[in-house]
């Protein structure tokens, strides 16, 4: 199975600040890696997908990068409602594999 | 607009059964693969199992391999869970996913084990 490494497991920003999360995959997964937001208590919500497309509907504040095992997921500005866990996810073979989740916390 | 709205949790013994449903709706459900995530509490993602269009291509994290079924009903727009064996640590937050790049989630549905 790819075992999925984030890193930090969490963090702690300030509202505007640029923030990076990184993802190693075990092995070349080319640019199959999806980014998921989960608010507390809510269900989680897809960000990215194939690396670096945004989903319908999600603000160009977010971004994702990588390929091969390194990915990374920057969010522009950070705002309020962006504190979240988040976690990479791969879609490029069976069994799907998440990482632990990076928690953003407020500074 | 996608909706989909999962059933059937519920506290159950362990050994004992359970079948979750997810009603999907606002898409094509019968061009899309359908998945399974559960979250424990507290605790990150877990993908559990997916199925395809048309049924044709099925898979399972090893954790549940032979213990739960996965099959879906697409006249019926619906996608279905059958847990049998169930374990303690299958107690979780069951989330029903669409797509292979996993874009939409329904809000899940609560699962006990305990005796």
């Known amino acids: 199975d790819i075992q999925m490494t984030q890193s930090p497991s969490s963090l702690s920003a300030s509202v505007g600040d640029r923030v990076t999360i990184t993802c190693r995959a075990s092995q070349d997964i080319s640019n199959y890696v999806a980014w998921f937001q989960q608010r507390p208590g809510e269900a989680p919500k897809a960000l990215i997908y194939?690396?670096?497309r945004l989903q319908r509907g999600v603000p160009s504040k977010f971004s994702g990068s990588g390929s091969g095992t390194d990915f990374t997921l920057t969010i522009s500005s950070l705002q309020p409602e962006d504190f979240a866990t988040y976690y990479c996810q791969q879609h490029f073979v069976y069994p799907r594999t998440f990482g632990q989740g990076t928690k953003v916390e407020i500074k | 607009e996608v909706q989909l709205v999962e059933s059937g949790g519920g506290l159950v013994k362990p050994g004992g059964s359970l079948r979750l449903s997810c009603a999907a709706s606002g898409f094509t459900f019968g061009s899309y693969i359908v998945n399974w995530v559960r979250q424990a509490p507290g605790k990150g993602l877990e993908w559990v199992s997916s199925?395809?269009?048309?049924?044709?291509?099925?898979y399972y994290a090893d954790s549940v391999k032979g213990r739960f079924t996965i099959s879906r009903d697409n006249a019926k727009n619906s996608l279905f869970l059958q847990m049998n064996s169930l374990r303690a640590e299958d107690s979780a937050l069951y989330f029903c996913?669409?797509?292979?790049?996993?874009?939409?989630w329904g809000l899940g549905t609560l699962v006990t084990v305990s005796s």
């Open positions: 194939s690396a670096s």
């Open positions: 199925i395809s269009s048309t049924s044709a291509y099925i």
């Open positions: 996913v669409t797509g292979n790049t996993f874009d939409n």
